[in-house]
């Protein structure tokens, strides 16, 4: 029997609300989106708080009229904005004969453990997640259930909501008309989906460039161990293209901004901008252009340096950093030059579905993917010890 899903996720310059099936052939089948722009926000609130509900509405509307579908309750997505991630370690003794083995009892034991760290903590937990476990101080694993020893340890991270966001979008949804799942942390599902397993393995980075704001977050295992945001964006960029060109905002946006061509390939170019309304038409050298957006990216690039040095969080070699967000991904050699400017190579996130592409939807995307994984889990039968103790560490707590 096929369910039917709706996820509400809250993006920098739009908003995005997502219509998908689960069940019968497909894990996720997307039928419908609906995406309304609008004005933002900031860590510190919305930039413009009397257009929400507005807002809101027009693309739940549009997200019914395409996938043909009422939507009567939504799952809210906890921009990375208003969150934030607490990783923390604990310790229980294993409980048993001369020779205990780790058992599911205990990874909830650890779970609850680790939770006791948060007593202090301001806001709401929404997830929480292993980046490992380990057995006497011996290898890091994620799979623990039936290791042999005396003392299990964990890395936990929690996703903690600030509680403004979670009172004031209840309040404005339920007074639609409609429900609320739940609350869900879109930089976990983000994270989780967009970075290979393998990668987060070796602890991974990824930086999602949005219009105001740019995310980074570092995964190990399953877990958000580091998260921050900083306020610069692919906005700032246009806006600074649209006072040093003495333009308007939306011709540096759409006409300069989104077919920029970093390093050497676009040099010979020029940016036109056609004669509109009585002005005359306008073009500007690549060196011009360069001379305004270069210095933006770098200062973004030195602030990404600055919190990944901050987060104490050794990168490897082996640690790689992934890009998406609509910032510069879709720029050429944009990707290109944030890796020369923070001296790493930087991947472009793979691609998850056709029908979306994974830049601009990357957040909304890993919403979805995070919902579905969690209904899924919280309906399966655990069999098995394992699906016990894969239930547990990925469902998420509170909202």
């Known amino acids: 029997m096929k369910t039917t899903i709706a996820a509400l996720d809250f993006g920098t310059s739009k908003i995005v609300t997502l219509v998908a099936e689960n069940g019968g052939n497909a894990r996720c089948d997307i039928v419908g989106a609906g995406v309304a722009e609008y004005d933002g926000f900031l860590p510190d609130g919305w930039n413009n708080p009397g257009e929400l509900d507005e807002k809101i509405k027009a693309c739940i509307k549009d997200a019914e009229e395409q996938s043909h579908r009422k939507i009567h309750s939504l799952n809210i997505g906890v921009p990375a904005a208003f969150t934030k991630v607490y990783p923390t370690q604990a310790r229980i003794a294993l409980k048993g004969d001369t020779n205990p083995r780790v058992t599911p009892g205990d990874i909830k034991a650890i779970f609850k453990a680790a939770e006791k760290n948060l007593d202090n903590m301001m806001g709401i937990v929404i997830h929480s997640s292993p980046a490992w476990f380990s057995v006497d101080n011996g290898k890091q694993t994620i799979e623990p259930v039936d290791l042999k020893g005396r003392e299990l340890s964990a890395l936990i991270s929690f996703v903690v909501a600030d509680r403004f966001f ?48 740019t995310d980074i977050m570092i995964v190990q295992g399953d877990a958000l161990i580091y998260m921050d945001t900083i306020e610069i964006g692919g906005g700032d ?108 190579t930087i991947r472009d996130v793979p ?49």
């Open 166 to 213: 979670i009172d004031e979008v209840n309040r404005r949804i339920t007074s639609m008309g409609y429900t609320v799942d739940g609350f869900y942390s879109t930089a976990a599902g983000e994270s989780i989906l967009f970075l290979p397993e393998e990668e987060r393995d070796k602890t991974s980075v990824l930086i999602d460039i949005g219009y105001l704001n």
């Open 237 to 344: 960029i246009s806006a600074d293209l649209a006072t040093g060109l003495n333009i308007s905002l939306a011709d540096a946006e759409e006409k300069i901004k989104r077919v920029f061509t970093f390093g050497s390939d676009g040099k010979n170019r020029s940016y036109d901008l056609p004669g509109a309304d009585g002005k005359k038409p306008q073009s500007f050298d690549h060196e011009t252009v360069a001379s305004i957006v270069l210095p933006r990216v770098d200062e973004l690039a030195a602030n990404i340096q600055e919190k990944l040095d901050e987060s104490g969080i050794r990168l490897g070699k082996w640690s790689n950093i992934y890009l998406t967000g609509g910032g510069i991904s879709f720029n050429r050699g944009g990707r290109e030059y944030l890796g020369k400017c923070l001296g790493r």
């Open 351 to 399: 691609m998850r579905t056709a029908n979306f592409n994974s830049f601009s939807f990357s957040s909304t995307l890993g919403l979805m993917d995070l919902i579905i994984d969690t209904i899924e889990q919280n309906h399966q039968q655990a069999n098995t010890k394992g699906g016990i103790v894969a239930d547990f560490f990925r469902r998420l707590f509170g909202g």
